[in-house]
């Protein structure tokens, strides 16, 4: 089984791409996140056509999230017990947003994540940003206390650079979200609870991203951030026999569909 996730920062806009490196990449099952659409607008037919079911959850034009999967969708769930809920404006009810979904793909319960980003470290989205990791940490406990042989992926674009190496200047960032302690924290707590980075052993550090910012040619320079990652508990780690960042896909230009998103899909081959 090969399983990915994606940042696509606009489904709308990056189809046909997507969908043409699924098919390449020979790919069972993709967690994608950012699809900036509501349920209605998502492009399902593109992926219909290629064998492709596909699960979203998305309200407005921002955040989103999808499963595509040529194995089975089955056990859908939109958002996690105890998801906390946002509201920009005071005189707004809070809701939870399009940020968690899950499904069982060939028995294993693939979660697309898009954690909060935080923002400012004096922001209350930062809050937010903590308090949805804690709350994240508690129902994937317990998740692994009902069932420890359960099969569980925790995939997507977590808005964390979990260790110095994970950015391409640590003075850069100083003092910004993604890189405070309470956000890595907050991300090493869920692996202590029992799932691990399965792509890092496959894809050492330093200067491994999956992220870089569009401006100031941060690509080519190599300049980004690692921030997407697939997070398995015990029974799928036994299972990784391989994993890759696809960096080539971040590309643009000749030979390429359309323009890339900023982040590069992370592939994980399951025996």
């Known amino acids: 089984m090969r ?8 489904i709308r806009a990056r189809v046909e791409r997507v969908v043409d490196w699924l098919q390449r990449a020979d790919v069972d099952v993709l967690a994608m996140q950012e699809t900036k659409c509501s ?44 998801q906390p809920s946002w509201s920009d404006k005071p005189d707004a009810e809070a809701v939870a947003e399009a940020r968690a979904l899950g499904a069982v793909c060939a028995g294993v319960r693939v979660w697309s994540l ?39 992926a925790l ?13 391409w200047d640590v003075e850069f960032y100083r003092g910004s979200t993604h890189v405070t302690e309470p956000e890595r924290a907050a991300f090493r707590a869920i692996v202590d609870a029992g799932y ?23 690509f080519p320079r190599n300049q980004g951030m690692r921030i997407d990652f697939v997070l398995g508990s015990p029974a799928l780690a036994d299972r990784v026999t391989h994993a890759e960042i696809v960096r080539d896909e971040r590309k643009s230009g000749k030979n390429r569909i359309g323009s890339p998103s900023d982040h590069a899909p992370v592939l994980v081959e399951l025996a």
């Open 114 to 152: 898009y954690v909060p980003n935080g923002r400012t470290v004096d922001s209350p989205h930062y809050r937010y940003k903590l308090e949805w990791l804690a709350a994240l940490r508690n129902t994937a406990t317990q998740w692994l206390a009902e069932d420890p042989s359960a099969q569980i």
């Open 39 to 82: 349920d209605e607008q998502f492009p399902t037919m593109p992926f219909a056509g290629a064998g492709y079911e596909v699960v979203h959850c998305g309200f407005n034009q921002w955040n989103g999230v999808a499963i595509a999967s040529r194995v089975g969708v089955d056990d859908v769930r939109v958002g996690f017990d105890g």
């Open 196 to 218: 691990a980075d399965v792509v890092r052993p496959f894809t050492p550090g330093p200067g491994v991203f999956t992220y870089w910012d569009y401006t100031q040619l941060r």
């Open 3 to 10: 399983l990915a996730t994606w940042n696509v920062n606009s």
């Open 155 to 167: 995939t997507g674009d977590w808005n964390i650079a979990p260790t110095d190496e994970d950015v």
